[in-house]
């Protein structure tokens, strides 16, 4: 099957300071991959939509210059939370999709980000 | 506007019964929809999807049952195992499988007692 591997799983910073979260396609090429925030008892809501070799598409509501995102490569997006804040703390979660195979959208295992 | 809702938070249920989960959606454009299962401080397990132009899909114990005029879905969860017990999302998109955006429902936590 498809994994999807996220990295760190958890972390707790700072104020002011800036995190990055690695999600890898570990036996698939992934074009796209996709990031959500989930709060406590909550839906997941999909923040951005993060594409190999260019832009990232943000969701209404989404600050691009706060959460960056980068697709270098076929395998790998990261998400950088920049300058953050205690409300910045939450569970956040990538995805991709493999093609071919009824595999749906594979999750990685979520990153835990605390802002103290 | 919650496009996908999960109106019910929680649902228990005996080991070795039947478990319903209930999701509607708003969205009649949505043509594909996904059930997921999550643990907590994890990430969602893809569990079974089912196409607009399907009323019915089964993988083991899980069955989706699509109801396109009610815009409603349900999953059938027969026998439930202790295992069972998580948080199920269902989901759905549009633009059949090669769509990319997916919409989640809030989730129903489903307990499965001994």
């Known amino acids: 099957g498809a994994v999807v591997s996220q990295h760190p799983s958890r972390v707790i910073c700072k ?12 036996d698939f090429q992934a074009t796209t991959m996709f990031w959500y925030r989930q709060f406590p008892k909550q839906s997941l809501m999909l923040m951005a939509t993060s594409n ?15 959460f960056l995102i ?27 999709r493999a093609q071919g195979g009824d595999y749906g959208y594979t999750f990685g295992s979520g990153t835990r980000l605390t802002v103290v | 506007d919650q496009q996908v809702k999960q109106n019910s938070p929680s649902l228990s249920v005996q080991e070795g019964r039947i478990s319903i989960l209930n999701c509607d959606y708003t969205n009649s454009m949505f ?14 397990t893809f569990l079974i999807s089912i196409s607009s132009i ?33 948080v199920y999302f269902c989901a759905a998109s549009w633009g059949g499988q090669g769509a990319q955006k997916l919409v989640f429902g809030q989730g129903t936590r489903l307990t499965i007692n001994p």
């Open chain 2, 54 to 86: 399907k009323d019915k899909n089964e993988d083991g114990r899980f069955t989706v049952f699509l109801n396109k005029s009610a815009k409603h879905l349900s999953l059938h969860i027969v026998p439930s195992q202790p295992g069972d017990s998580a």
């Open chain 1, 15 to 26: 104020s002011g300071t800036s995190v990055k979260i690695e999600c890898r396609s570990l």
């Open chain 1, 52 to 66: 190999e070799g260019s832009k990232a598409t943000y969701e209404q509501g989404v600050e691009k210059d706060k």
């Open chain 1, 70 to 96: 980068n697709h270098a490569s076929l395998t790998l997006s990261t998400l950088t939370v920049t300058s953050a804040h205690p409300e910045d703390s939450s569970f956040y979660i990538c995805s991709a």
């Open chain 2, 31 to 44: 043509d594909y929809f996904l059930w997921y299962k999550k643990y907590p401080a994890e990430g969602p």
